[in-house]
């Protein structure tokens, strides 16, 4: 099973950038998937989640700005990130777990991660 996320960089304070999770190795048919970061000396946090039928939650610090999508045909899960803040830096990774309720705090318990990929934020 993997989760290969793409799509982060180096962009200055407002930009855009759109994160991509590829999942493979399994079906994830009924799996949550979610999106994670972990700036520096900061634990990793939350910050959205969609479910199998595209119901999602996204944290209120990035509410607004961020956004959760998934294609299903493709097992590819999206977050958008618009008006780029600085202390959006950080390493990103996505997850993905058959229980709704382990996307949450760190993400401690849940069962497949991805390698991160960084966003660097400059302003």
């Known amino acids: 099973v993997q989760l290969q996320a793409s799509g982060g960089g180096l962009v200055q304070a407002g930009d855009s950038l759109r994160l991509s999770c590829a999942a493979s190795?399994?079906?994830?048919?009924?799996?949550?998937m979610g999106w994670f970061r972990q700036a520096p000396g900061k634990e990793r946090e939350l910050l959205s989640q969609?479910?199998?039928?595209?119901?999602?939650y996204t944290v209120d610090s990035v509410k607004g700005r961020f956004t959760i999508s998934r294609d299903n045909t493709k097992n590819m899960v999206y977050l958008q990130m618009n008006s780029l803040k600085p202390e959006d830096t950080a390493v990103y990774y996505c997850?993905?777990?058959?229980?709704?309720?382990?996307?949450?705090?760190?993400?401690?318990?849940?069962?497949?991660w991805g390698k991160g990929t960084q966003v660097t934020v400059s302003s």
């Open positions: 997850a993905a777990d058959a229980n709704v309720g382990r996307f949450r705090g760190n993400g401690g318990g849940l069962e497949y």
């Open positions: 190795g399994r079906n994830f048919m009924g799996f949550h």
């Open positions: 969609i479910s199998w039928g595209g119901n999602s």
